[in-house]
């Protein structure tokens, strides 16, 4: 099975423009997670989306927005960039499940590294 | 709030040599913790897992311990290989409710295995 793919791999955009970046999940996985990893320090969550609802929202703002489909592949979207969101933004996949009395394992995908200039 | 650290940012070791890595956390209500390796260039990689009422836990070549005592949870790698180099990152899952699948990660540490 594959596992959790991002598209694309690599960005530059420049400040003040927007940007979409998308991931598919592992299949089965119903549960989709963007975290926003800058180089030399640990992933940080941005979003949590499960059967298309939003489950939780980390301390980004309003610029940031994500949505999950049917198929439960997501986006993420980022709003008027800035040079401070240059970044790896790493979406995860779990079962949302819970098969762990109440947390999933999640599954990384590659990330898109994005440079804003 | 939920603070996830290492100890150490680098770590060098011999090939063939046990490797610890370690890490502290400050949350008491923290229910879930996992090991992730991160290579350069790719996403984090699920090494193993500890739920707050195990102390220990076996993998291939890789044990986590966590002691709930004094908020400490580590990696030990047995006879450590070249292609372990890679930054390690511990992270906890404060909770039940509203935060399940939010990951807190700590900032890693390089592990760099020499011939």
């Known amino acids: 099975d594959a596992g959790v793919t991002q598209s694309p791999t690599h960005l530059i955009k420049t400040r003040g423009q927007h940007v979409t970046l998308r991931c598919s999940p592992i299949?089965?996985?119903?549960?989709v997670s963007w975290y926003q990893q800058v180089l030399g320090q640990g992933p940080q969550f941005i979003f949590q989306?499960?059967?298309?609802?939003?489950?939780g929202r980390g301390n980004f703002p309003d610029r940031f927005s994500a949505r999950q489909f049917p198929n439960y592949s997501s986006e993420l979207n980022v709003n008027a960039l800035l040079l401070g969101d240059s970044a790896l933004y790493l979406c995860?996949?779990?079962?949302?499940?819970?098969?762990?009395?109440?947390?999933?394992?999640?599954?990384f995908g590659p990330g898109t590294r994005l440079t804003v200039l | 709030g939920e603070s996830v650290g290492l100890h150490l940012p680098t770590l060098s070791v011999q090939e063939g040599d046990n490797s610890i890595i370690n890490c502290a956390y400050s949350?008491?209500?923290?229910?879930?913790f996992i090991w992730y390796k991160q290579e350069s260039g790719k996403g984090p990689q699920f090494i193993i897992d500890i739920r707050s009422n195990m102390d220990k836990r076996q993998g291939q070549r890789v044990t986590v311990l966590l002691n709930k005592t004094v908020k400490h949870l580590s990696l030990q790698i047995a006879a450590t290989q070249p292609g372990d180099s890679a930054v390690y990152f511990c992270a906890e899952i404060p909770g039940r409710g509203s935060t399940l699948g939010r990951l807190y990660f700590g900032r890693g540490t390089q592990l760099t295995v020499w011939p």
């Open positions: 949350n008491s209500a923290s229910d879930y």
């Open positions: 995860a996949s779990s079962s949302g499940r819970g098969e762990r009395g109440g947390a999933d394992t999640q599954y």
């Open positions: 299949s089965g996985h119903k549960s």
């Open positions: 989306y499960y059967e298309k609802e939003e489950r």
